[in-house]
């Protein structure tokens, strides 16, 4: 079974930065495609950005000029820098890795950024 676990949230101050990482392992197949989501206590999980095997890259209106994503699909890593925080980006994140046409998720990384 693939595993897929996320590191490097903490507590930031507003304006701060941190910077996610995320690793799959148990498997020899390249990912499709990374993502890193969000969920704030009380509301859905929401897509924060994507990356493709490509290298193509997708971004929440919320995280445009803010954060950005990278990856090595061969090695199954993706980052997310995270730049500027703001109070409203408190939330758990997680990773999404497409292997095999599978979706697997981490158990996610709390991210809080005090004002």
Not at 46 to 71: C, H, M, P, Q, W
């Amino acid at each position: 079974q693939v595993h897929v676990v996320e590191s490097g949230g903490g507590l930031v101050q507003a304006g701060g930065s941190l910077r996610l990482s995320c690793a799959a392992s148990r498997t020899i197949f390249s990912s499709s495609a990374m993502g890193w989501y969000r969920q704030a206590p009380g509301k859905q999980r929401e897509l924060v950005a994507t990356v493709t095997g490509a290298g193509n890259t997708n971004y929440a209106d919320s995280a445009k000029g803010r954060f950005t994503i990278s990856g090595d699909s061969a090695k199954n890593s993706v980052y997310l820098q995270m730049n500027g925080l703001k109070p409203e980006d408190t939330a758990d994140y997680y990773c999404k890795q497409v292997i095999g046409g599978v979706d697997y998720w981490g158990k996610g990384t709390l991210v809080t950024v005090s004002s």
